[in-house]
């Protein structure tokens, strides 16, 4: 028990972000692997089961890979830690909202 | 405790399906009374309430549509009547819509199977065409309950895979299952459905990379184009509509993350042709079907495509049956289908749990598939699901 992980996944060794597998309460410490890749992280925010979170800091405007390919790119800078999901991260495709603001 | 007489003594990648005239195999055995416009959709209801074994839906569409759209939607009504599943067709008409029904019939009656023309207006009224349509489906019923299954193999079967109210688990536990199941079918001679074009937005390099051909390579950033292109048009980001609020709540940030996740249904074959909205396969294998992500008209195109069964992962929990093929329903987490046991057929759940991998949850989807092809039924059957949508792609007129 003194040793029981919360349960992640991170897809490829290249992601940014890795997938909480249960809720975790913030300030949790997360061992995160993936293949070769280990990643201590404490988490700045409550993560609800099936959200992501940065397992490295990531820069605005930066492309967020998941499953080793782009999901996105970054709004605002991204610390390690936090939760990752639409407050932070945009989508680059279907972006009709962009090309009405362009034109 | 009485005995369970198993079905499954049937060697693997063997099912118990119905042989039709035109040598294509049915898993179901059912009457279709095909409205083939919204006026005669009530009256095709009311004949399934009088006579078991038949079965219709509800839909608005088959009047005052041109061109492509009319297309379309003829192919789907089409499509839902020749597909292996229904024995025979009682197609109901009005009689005065751009849709005809002698239309559909005389294009149908080319499978063989018995078809027949009902029409409202020429039996001069509803109750007319009621009495008319359920004598005859009288007759087909009795028919058709006659015929014997026999032996036929998964090399026949053509199965639809659809993801829809999916999570952030959908691409880690059901759609890789499913991936497997997609090649293990293929691996037995079959063909294996990937649709929801919208969904596959950021995930198409993926699909293009396995293509057979240029034509089919082509195709792929064909189809990604013209339906993005469909969402820039409205002017909004798409993510307005799609990730929807659930697949947000579930932790789906992006169209791009959750198309990655999906395009894990389509397993590692190579991808041998790109087909329209509710056109047969011409080739086995797998194949991706140019579908919105919209679940009722994904499966209403497959099933019209000729699908004899469809995949459907979900991690929010979805109802979704077609009334001619049965949707075997997989949760991507346990949660739900512990929650939603009465709609979910099978739980890939476990693999998040970390008590199973992806193979045998993708072996256990496989077997599934052989029972209910030899009968056994899926949940959205039992609690008569008949969902019916097309994919329109013109105004109404």
Request: aromatic fraction near 4%; charge should be negative; charged fraction near 20%.
């Amino acid at each position: 028990m003194a040793e029981a992980a919360y349960r992640t996944v991170m897809m490829k060794p290249q992601d940014q972000v890795a997938v909480a597998l249960e809720d975790i309460p913030a300030g949790a410490q997360l061992t995160v692997k993936c293949q070769e890749r280990i990643v201590e992280i404490i988490l700045a925010s409550d993560i609800p089961f099936g959200h992501k979170f940065a397992v490295v800091d990531i820069s605005q405007g930066e492309d967020i890979l998941k499953y080793g390919e782009i999901i996105g790119a970054a709004v605002c800078e991204i610390s390690k830690g936090e939760h990752v999901h639409v407050h932070n991260l945009e989508g680059k495709r279907g972006r009709g909202d962009r090309l009405v603001n362009n034109s | 405790m009485g005995e369970v007489i198993v079905l499954s003594t049937i060697p693997s990648g063997k099912f118990w399906g119905y042989r039709r005239p035109d040598g294509s195999v049915g898993v179901r055995n059912h009457v279709l009374i095909l409205p083939t416009i919204t006026c005669a959709a009530q009256a095709a209801k009311q004949i399934t309430e009088l006579v078991q074994g038949t079965v219709s839906f509800i839909h608005q569409h088959g009047c005052t549509q041109v061109g492509e759209d009319y297309d379309q939607t003829f192919r789907t009504y089409y499509g839902m009547g020749a597909n292996p599943n229904v024995y025979g067709v009682v197609v109901l008409g009005l009689g005065c819509e751009t849709h005809q029904a002698r239309s559909v019939a005389s294009e149908l009656a080319k499978t063989g199977k018995p078809v027949e023309v009902v029409s409202i207006q020429d039996q001069g009224g509803t109750l007319g065409a009621i009495a008319e349509g359920a004598k005859i489906a009288t007759r087909m019923v009795q028919d058709a309950s006659a015929q014997i299954r026999e032996i036929c193999d998964f090399s026949e079967l053509i199965v639809g895979t659809e993801c829809g109210g999916s999570d952030a688990c959908s691409g880690l536990s059901a759609n890789p299952a499913v991936g497997v199941v997609s090649d293990r079918l293929v691996e037995h001679g079959g063909t294996a459905i990937l649709a929801e074009t919208t969904e596959l937005i950021g995930a198409e390099h993926l699909l293009a990379a396995r293509a057979v051909d240029e034509r089919t390579k082509k195709r792929v950033y064909e189809v990604i184009s013209a339906m993005e292109a469909r969402a820039m048009m409205m002017g909004v980001d798409i993510r307005t509509g799609n990730p929807t609020p659930g697949n947000i709540e579930g932790g789906l940030s992006t169209l791009e993350e959750k198309s990655l996740g999906a395009g894990n249904k389509a397993g590692s074959t190579p991808l041998q042709e790109v087909i329209d909205y509710a056109q047969k396969p011409t080739k086995k294998g797998l194949v991706w079907m140019d579908t919105p992500g919209q679940d009722i008209e994904q499966l209403t195109g497959m099933v019209a495509g000729g699908a004899q069964i469809v995949l459907f992962t979900s991690g929010r929990g979805t109802p979704t049956g077609s009334p001619i093929a049965p949707v075997i329903k997989i949760s991507t987490n346990t949660g739900l289908f512990e929650r939603m046991g009465d709609n979910i057929d099978l739980n890939a759940g476990t693999i998040i749990d970390g008590i199973e991998t992806i193979d045998s949850v993708g072996q256990r989807i496989f077997e599934e598939i052989g029972a209910v092809a030899s009968g056994k039924w899926t949940k959205s059957e039992i609690l008569k699901q008949h969902d019916f949508g097309i994919w329109r792609i013109g105004p109404t007129f």
